[in-house]
């Protein structure tokens, strides 16, 4: 099994629509939560961090589940510009005392004008 | 203020050569981490280091694999010999805190590896 888990999609919406993206991770000890957004042939980029008690960015809400072990990607308003793979990114601090971040495979996004 | 740079973008050797990869990361950041992403798979963790120094080394696949990061600026990975399944691309991301969650790691553009 997967240490985090993504639905790679694709997904294809149409511009202007509601799309949500969904992420499980195995390791209960894990204690931080992150969304990045890839580009193609780019390099990740942090979209938001990802807190128990749910956070917003402008069109994109952000929720942790840590009972279920479950997380999510909202993006309302769906703009073109929002093409691209989302990964879910879990870390764990390991007794190395660092960050390392383990990612899911992502979710491919296309929006369709 | 430049972000986080790898040299060179792009790679094609042959199995049994050497390829040396560089990363320089972000001016003052004292973590570097190594990344990789074979064709199909998630973004795997390779190493990290603390200033010059390994902190966890743990995600290195094999001892063809060599990271160093000589007084504690740049960095390279070393893949001697390299083998057809090293290719992929080889992320490096730098991070100024370590404390849990409370920072973000900047990545840079990649290298992108392949091994015929």
């Known amino acids: 099994r997967k240490e985090v888990e993504q639905d790679p999609g694709p997904f294809n919406v149409p511009e202007g629509a509601t799309v949500a993206f969904n992420c499980t991770y195995s390791?209960?000890?894990?204690?931080?939560f992150f969304w990045y957004r890839q580009d193609c042939r780019k390099e990740p980029k942090l979209l938001m961090s990802v807190y128990s008690s749910g956070n917003e960015d402008g069109r994109f809400t952000a929720q942790l589940n840590r009972a279920s072990q479950y997380i999510s990607l909202l993006i309302r308003d769906s703009k073109l510009s929002d093409s691209a793979t989302y990964l879910c990114?879990?870390?764990?601090?390991?007794?190395?005392?660092?960050?390392?971040?383990?990612f899911g495979t992502g979710t491919r996004l296309t929006i369709i004008p | 203020e430049a972000g986080v740079t790898q040299f060179p973008s792009h790679s094609v050797i042959e199995k049994g050569q050497t390829v040396t990869l560089r990363c320089d990361p972000i001016s003052g950041h004292d973590n570097l981490y190594w990344y990789r992403r074979v064709m199909g798979k998630e973004i795997k963790f390779l190493l990290h280091?603390?200033?010059?120094?390994?902190?966890?080394e743990s995600g290195m696949p094999n001892n063809r694999f060599l990271a160093e990061r000589t007084g504690g600026t740049y960095s390279t990975l070393k893949v001697q010999p390299a083998e057809l399944e090293d290719s992929g691309v080889y992320f490096c991301?730098?991070?100024?805190?370590?404390?849990?969650?409370?920072?973000?790691?900047?990545f840079g553009p990649g290298t992108r590896l392949t091994v015929l």
């Open positions: 390791n209960s000890a894990s204690q931080s």
């Open positions: 990114v879990v870390n764990f601090w390991s007794n190395f005392g660092n960050e390392k971040l383990t």
């Open positions: 991301a730098s991070s100024q805190d370590n404390r849990a969650g409370l920072t973000e790691q900047f």
């Open positions: 280091f603390v200033k010059e120094s390994k902190q966890d």
